[in-house]
């Protein structure tokens, strides 16, 4: 876990880490929110609706984003004040996920960062982008 303050962390600082979406993290994530959509959980109802596999949770994909900011950028000294995401492409179970995320303003007045972030495949392909307001406590 990175220990980044406020006065240490400079625009343009950049983090990334590797996410392997698995069958479990989907059962686990159905099982805590009790979306029981079926393109989340059956393969040829999936499959009908056009998609190679089963499709992973959008909001499974966006929860990473919490680690990019609570381990990474800045780290044990985050807060996360806001948001906005948007997903490109589906997510499929047993792909690899890079997500990064890059400090693109730093504001003195109110110690807070903004992160773009963005998740891609491992063969390059994007799959969300976000923009985060991260507070900075030490």
Same mark, same amino acid.
């Given at each position: 876990m990175n220990t980044y303050t406020f006065d240490e962390i400079q625009e343009g600082m950049e983090e990334r880490f590797p996410v392997?979406? @698995?069958?479990e993290?989907? &059962?686990t994530f159905r099982d805590l929110t009790g979306d029981e959509n079926p393109l989340h959980k059956d393969e040829s109802y999936a499959s009908e609706k056009g998609y190679q596999s089963k499709v992973a949770f959008g909001m499974l994909s #966006?929860?990473?984003?919490? @680690?990019?900011?609570?381990?990474?950028?800045?780290?044990?000294?985050?807060l996360i004040q806001s948001v906005e995401v948007k997903f490109s492409k589906p997510v499929f179970p047993g792909e690899e996920l890079i997500f990064s995320g890059k400090v693109v303003e730093k504001n &003195? @007045?109110?110690?807070?960062?903004?992160?773009?972030?963005?998740?891609?495949?491992?063969?390059?392909?994007?799959?969300?982008?976000?923009?985060?307001?991260?507070?900075?406590? #030490?």
């Open positions: 392997r979406i @698995t069958e993290m989907l &059962d #966006a929860s990473f984003l919490s @680690t990019l900011a609570g381990v990474y950028l800045p780290g044990k000294y985050s &003195d @007045t109110f110690r807070f960062i903004k992160v773009k972030a963005e998740a891609k495949s491992s063969s390059g392909e994007k799959k969300l982008k976000a923009t985060m307001q991260i507070g900075v406590t #030490a």
